[in-house]
């Protein structure tokens, strides 16, 4: 059974950092790319970023380069989003999603709130 389960959500203020995890289990997790997805409230999902399998190939969507920044670790199958500068738009649920070919697998969200 596949499961992704997220962590590290909360509150926090504008330039402040926070550190979402996702560890998964029930399946092969180094043969799959893994990403970080946001949806505020009102709009549509959108992806924030994805790793290659391996982790040698990172993309972020532009609103966040250089401030968040993902990796992996494949030994303790688990991806983590560090964000760093943040700012009330980045509020969002924040969900980890896997993918191989056209196999996916969403986890269930961390709410991520950023105000003063």
């Given at each position: 059974?596949?499961?992704?389960v997220?962590?590290?959500?909360?509150?926090?203020?504008?330039g402040?950092?926070?550190?979402l995890?996702?560890?998964?289990s029930?399946?092969?997790?180094?043969?799959?790319?893994?990403?970080?997805?946001r949806?505020?409230?009102g709009?549509?999902?959108?992806?924030?970023?994805t790793?290659?399998?391996a982790?040698?190939i990172?993309?972020y969507?532009?609103?966040?380069?250089d401030r968040?920044?993902i990796?992996?670790?494949n030994?303790?199958n688990?991806v983590?989003?560090q964000?760093n500068?943040?700012?009330?738009?980045d509020?969002?649920?924040?969900?980890?999603?896997?993918r191989r070919?056209?196999?996916?697998?969403w986890?269930q969200?961390?709410q991520?709130?950023v105000?003063?």
């Amino acid at each position: 059974q596949v499961q992704l389960v997220e962590s590290g959500g909360g509150l926090v203020q504008p330039g402040g950092s926070l550190r979402l995890s996702c560890t998964a289990s029930g399946f092969v997790f180094n043969n799959y790319a893994m990403s970080w997805y946001r949806q505020a409230p009102g709009k549509e999902r959108e992806l924030v970023a994805t790793i290659t399998s391996a982790g040698g190939i990172t993309n972020y969507v532009s609103s966040v380069k250089d401030r968040f920044t993902i990796s992996r670790d494949n030994a303790k199958n688990t991806v983590y989003l560090q964000m760093n500068s943040l700012k009330p738009e980045d509020t969002a649920v924040y969900y980890c999603h896997a993918r191989r070919g056209s196999v996916r697998s969403w986890g269930q969200g961390t709410q991520v709130t950023v105000s003063s």
